[in-house]
């Protein structure tokens, strides 16, 4: 009995140390976001890519990409060009997709603050296939912009995104 | 050299084919109006798939707010200060066999995603069959493009 119960723990240990995961911040370079102009008032779509590389960046951790668990998304912040930018926009809600992976609503921000260049988004609690998105080849950033009113020029911003990374010790 | 004119040749006649198979998808871009008029959906095409966003909703506002409408009906409550204005409510869509499939609908009324098969009937009218699991459980609407070809 003594011996069974040895080799359980043993067993039980085994397993722990097996499964047990750390975590990783993977913060992307900032990503240019543009609609182009000319752009009318209410929704417009800006679009951006990205090539995550997310296998090399977890080589240089020393990790294999088959040790990546489970993604989530941390932070969404834009820094746009001039105020201007931010003045004439109400809302913006931000999207991830890729070809092989459907769309996934990621954040939002409304009111969008005026006079700021820099500007916070609200991240989702709900987010599905962060992962296999950022394991895809190219991710399509896709903002849709609600104007207040016309702009004859291009709309402008640069996305940094922050995920946080569970992969197997 | 006439292996390489027949490849060239075979290359070229793939290429055509794929390019008009491009263009059949592409005549669901555009702005169209469900039968029930309270809304206007531009569809346009990000990467290889389509998608269609409200740009004109009848209500505006909410009666209770006098602000704009939002996804108030959101599963995600951190979801529901989006605008209802801009909101993508076709989704993923891909073209193949003469119809666009693969897709998604969302309903902002009960906030419910169904899935979503769009068949033209012609260039100005687009059969939307919304429905759980499997097509015959569904429900068609009728939507007519704004801008007539």
């Known amino acids: ?4 119960l040895s080799f359980s723990s043993f067993l039980l240990c085994f397993f722990f140390a097996c499964t047990e995961s750390k975590t990783i911040t993977f913060k992307t370079a900032p990503i240019a976001l543009v609609a182009s102009g000319p752009l009318f008032e209410g929704a417009n779509t800006a679009q951006g890519d990205f090539f995550p590389n997310i296998a090399d960046f977890l080589k240089q951790q020393g990790l294999e990409l088959s040790a990546l668990e489970n993604a989530t998304l941390q932070t969404v912040s834009l820094t746009l060009p001039d105020s201007l930018n931010s003045d004439l926009v109400s809302e913006i809600t931000l999207q991830l997709a890729a070809d092989q992976v459907d769309m996934q609503k990621v954040a939002v921000l409304n009111p969008v603050p005026a006079g700021q260049t820099q500007l916070t988004l609200s991240v989702a609690q709900e987010q599905k296939k962060i992962a296999d998105l950022i394991q895809q080849n190219k991710m399509l950033l896709v903002a849709d912009v609600n ?8 709309w402008q911003a640069t996305a940094v995104l922050e995920f946080l990374l569970t992969v197997k010790k | ?5 027949l490849l060239a040749f075979f290359t070229f006649l793939s290429t055509i084919s794929n390019l008009s198979a491009q263009d059949a998808g592409d005549k669901l871009i555009g702005l169209w109006e469900p039968s029930n008029g309270k ?9 290889t798939k389509y998608y269609g966003k409200i740009v004109w909703l009848r209500e505006p506002n909410d009666p209770q707010t006098g602000q704009p409408k939002l996804d108030k009906n959101n599963s995600d409550q951190s979801m529901r200060n989006v605008p209802l204005k801009g909101y993508r409510m076709l989704k993923d869509f891909v073209h193949a066999d003469g119809e666009w499939n693969n897709g998604t609908i969302y309903d902002p009324e009960s906030g419910s995603t169904y899935s979503c098969v769009i068949k033209a009937k012609n260039d100005n009218t687009l059969d939307i ?7 015959a459980l569904g429900r068609t609407d009728v939507w007519k493009r704004m801008q007539v070809k």
Do not use: P
Request: hydrophobic content about 50%; glycine content about 10%.
């Open chain 1, 1 to 4: 009995m003594k011996v069974l």
């Open chain 2, 1 to 5: 050299m006439k292996n390489l004119i």
């Open chain 2, 129 to 135: 069959r919304g429905f759980v699991g499997v097509k």
């Open chain 1, 147 to 154: 104007l207040k009113k016309d702009m004859d020029a291009d």
């Open chain 2, 39 to 47: 809304a206007r959906v531009k569809i346009e095409k990000i990467g």
